[in-house]
């Protein structure tokens, strides 16, 4: 099984044990939404956190463009790379250049524990922790969990045992889901970047198992992107990694058309995107010297569009390819507004600037605001 | 199955002095396909089709090599050797091999340019005729939704509301939709024939000019004239009555592995699968239709799940391949989500949960308000359909919300408008 909460002892055993960085990364990055939703005056409805609480103290970029393809595995892919990548939708290769996971890793010496990515969306495999890159790789890619996909199996099996009553009682419920984490069968979902083990890390499972007891007794609602929070908490709690990927995908009900369930899933990412800043704020490992980054993956395609408006994205317009991005935390010297263009691609090498990287094989740009 | 034997002159003689050979790769899938499906095509689309063939037949070898060939300039830089570009069909995985090519865009702008010009040479006349005719969609909010019509402004500027003279009660009898589209109870006792009858029984009907697309079943029930047994003067769509159909589809959709290949193996199986017995007669004893209601649970859009979703992509399918007279629309109520089976949105939540169903009034009513913009936007999309009246009813409120052309007649009505004033004067538009 499991391999997914990293199947080995989560220690440091590449490039050297090195001391900590003083520095903590959090990239928050969400399913499509428009900026008619979101970032205009009739949106800032759904985004009350995002608009009113975070924005004034935040280095705020008005217009970043996604002119790669914008299907999930490669816009996030795009962003963790620095490049425009053109892999399969589904997840089945890995990108094809390092991703911020490994420039991290290789450069600073940072250990296997210290790099997370939490994500949601069902679109994305383990392959999205680490690049084919010949002189990266899979040795310093990230620990890939994917709690949504695990609640999705875990009511799947519920199904299949004639169980499904179960998912109306609490205790059971969490029961049902617990037993997916333990059995035998759950490798598909891909969380094998440390190797083959069969067992999962007892020092791995406990957060997990909190996270999942916090979620379904929580009268929060049931999202695929409530329990990813859940998750992504305990393991800066557990692990307080340096650099965490966190990726909502509540928004992607819009592919079957319901407008309410999308404008709530939005809600979802504004109400998480500042409880995950608010950890930030208090955990003692995180508190003065994390920035947080926030950015949509892309838009969605426009009204009227011949691809259905909202459910979709795949169209070549600005409301597709045209979102934000948000910054937080002490690191930023100066809270402002950016309006100059920029694109997703220079993501990744100002981060790992600011990290003390060097992303020497993105194509992106650097962001003089945030390295400054 | 020997397709070309069913086909009209001007498509197989093309074909048989090889035509489809001569088309740039990306084109080939796509006009065998039309092909293949001619015999389940609505007139309209077999119109267009035997348009374009004959335009492309009557071109030149120097026309024809102009008209591609930006096209193929493209192309040529596009890695299109994979085994996954199949000449006969367009796939999922030929899609996505596509879009993700550095060259996407340009291919998409010259594939523009191409049906432009063809569009403009071969179907400008026929285009302008269709172009001329004046079209319905009716949009209907039942009264379980809580949809108050101002909140349609915001998102549609360009409609207007009118103050309907009728009682707010939503229990009147008969009700508002009955009394539009039925009229006034006759000293016999009968309703109607209303303005749709009248009008869908005129002598010039084609397959494809009217629609009936609902969430539940009442249109139906208040027009039996136009889709009961043996009649076929309109197409009726509806969600609950295709719940067998839908749920089959979703079962094989749920055992779909990640992979694209997987994807078109299930989409080749579903569209082969014989789905008649899952059927209401209206559809399954009409193969064109039956065709349409298969290709539109193919195409997603979460129209095998949510009904209001049926109703619009129901609505921007007719408007692709009917170009419809007279759409008219019911939405409807769904149930919310229920904990945990949210997530697993291919399951069942009846059987994937012992909690009761709770329905979602207010979730349902903002589903509805932006799909009834949407089902509007698609209609007004295609040339042939832009002297549209769009009218919205709402059960629960005394008003119409409509948009359309500067001379649609609703606009010089004063306020109140009685249902029968409106009645005529949607007739008048159509008849």
């Known amino acids: ?372 | 199955m020997d397709v070309k034997l069913n086909l009209p002159p001007s498509i197989s003689d093309p074909l048989n002095r090889g035509l489809v050979k001569k088309l740039p790769r990306t084109f080939q899938p796509y006009i065998n396909q039309e092909i293949q499906s001619w015999q389940f095509k609505f007139p309209y689309e077999q119109n267009y089709l035997q348009s374009v063939i004959s335009y492309l037949d009557g071109l030149s070898p120097e026309q024809f090599e102009n008209l591609f060939l930006g096209v193929r300039q493209v192309e040529a830089k596009m890695d299109l050797g994979s085994p996954a570009f199949s000449e006969r069909e367009q796939t999922i995985e030929a899609a996505s091999i596509l879009a993700r090519s550095p060259y996407y865009l340009p291919w998409r702008e010259e594939v523009n340019k191409v049906f432009d010009r063809i569009h403009g040479a071969a179907l400008g006349e026929e285009q302008a005729r269709l172009a001329a005719i004046n079209r319905l969609l009716l949009l209907v909010f039942p009264g379980a939704l809580p949809l108050d019509p101002h909140d349609l402004l915001p998102n549609w500027p360009d409609g207007q509301l009118k103050r309907l003279d009728w009682p707010k009660e939503t229990r009147a009898q008969p009700s508002l939709l009955e009394a539009l589209l039925k009229g006034k109870r006759q000293p016999d006792g009968r309703l109607g024939p209303g303005f749709l009858e009248e009008f869908a029984a005129t002598q010039d009907r084609n397959l494809g000019d009217v629609w009936l697309i609902e969430s539940g079943t009442g249109l139906r029930e208040l027009l039996p004239g136009l889709v009961g047994v043996g009649q076929s003067r309109a197409i009726l769509l509806s969600f609950e009555r295709l719940k067998a159909f839908r749920e089959a589809f979703l079962e094989q959709i749920k055992s779909m592995r990640k992979s694209l290949a997987d994807a078109d193996a299930i989409s080749h199986r579903l569209r082969g699968l014989k789905v008649e017995s899952w059927c209401p007669e209206e559809i399954g004893n009409n193969p064109v239709i039956r065709e349409f209601v298969r290709a539109l649970f193919l195409s997603n859009n979460g129209t095998q799940l949510f009904s209001n979703a049926f109703v619009e992509w129901g609505t921007a399918q007719a408007a692709a391949h009917a170009r419809p007279v007279v759409v008219v629309c019911e939405f409807g109520l769904r149930s919310k989500p229920k904990p945990f089976t949210s997530v697993a949105i291919f399951e069942n939540p009846a059987s994937a949960s012992p909690l009761p169903s709770v329905p979602d009034p207010e979730g349902s009513a903002v589903d509805a308000g932006m799909l009834a913009y949407y089902a509007w936007l698609e209609m007004r999309r295609h040339p042939e359909c832009r002297r549209t009246a769009c009218v919205c009813l709402f059960e629960n409120a005394p008003y119409v919300f409509a948009a359309g052309t500067e001379d649609f007649p609703l606009w010089k009505e004063t306020e109140p408008v009685a249902p029968e004033r409106l009645a005529s004067i949607l007739r008048s538009w159509l008849i």
């Not at chain 1, 003065?288 to 795949?314: A, C, K, Q, W, Y």
């Open chain 1, 1 to 372: 099984m499991v391999g997914q909460f990293a199947a080995r002892k989560l220690v440091a055993s590449l490039g050297g044990a090195r001391s900590r960085p003083d520095r903590r990364l959090i990239v928050v990055i969400t399913g499509g939404m428009r900026r008619q939703e979101t970032f205009s005056a009739r949106g800032g409805v759904n985004i009350p956190h995002l608009s009113g609480d975070l924005l004034p103290n935040s280095l705020f970029y008005s217009g970043v463009r996604n002119d790669g393809v914008t299907s999930h595995f490669n816009a996030i892919s795009s962003i963790l790379t620095g490049n425009w990548q053109r892999v399969d939708d589904w997840g089945n290769n890995p990108p094809k250049s390092p991703t911020l996971f490994e420039y991290v890793r290789r450069q600073t010496g940072l250990a296997g524990d210290e790099v997370w990515m939490v994500a949601s969306n069902k679109a994305l495999t383990s392959q999205i922790g680490a690049s084919s890159s010949g002189t990266y790789g899979t040795p310093y890619g990230a620990n890939v969990v994917f709690p949504k996909a695990l609640l999705l199996t875990a009511v799947e099996e519920a199904i299949q045992k004639g169980h499904q009553g179960n998912l109306a009682d609490h205790d059971k419920a969490e029961a049902e889901i617990e037993s997916v984490i333990q059995g035998s069968d759950y490798e598909g979902l891909g969380w094998n970047v440390f190797g083959e083990a069969h067992q999962l890390d007892r020092s791995v499972e406990a957060p997990v198992k909190n996270a999942i007891e916090r979620f379904v007794h929580t009268n929060a609602p049931a999202t695929g992107d409530q329990l990813t929070f859940f998750v992504a908490v305990e393991i800066m709690r557990r692990f307080a990694p340096s650099l965490l990927v966190v990726n909502f995908s509540d928004v992607e009900a819009a592919h079957f058309g319901s407008y309410s369930m999308h404008l709530g899933g939005i809600r979802n990412i504004d109400r998480l995107t500042y409880e995950l800043w608010q950890e930030a704020r208090s955990n003692t490992e995180y508190r003065d010297r994390t920035l947080m980054v926030i950015m949509p993956e892309f838009g969605r395609d426009p009204d009227g569009s011949n691809t259905n408006g909202f459910l979709n994205h795949r169209s070549n317009d600005d409301t597709c390819r045209m979102i934000w991005m948000m910054c937080l935390g002490p690191p930023i010297a100066r809270p402002r507004i950016v309006d100059r263009p920029v694109r997703q691609v220079d993501l990744c090498p100002s981060l790992a600037r600011w990290l003390g990287c060097q992303a020497t094989e993105s194509t992106g740009g650097v962001l003089a605001e945030i390295v400054a």
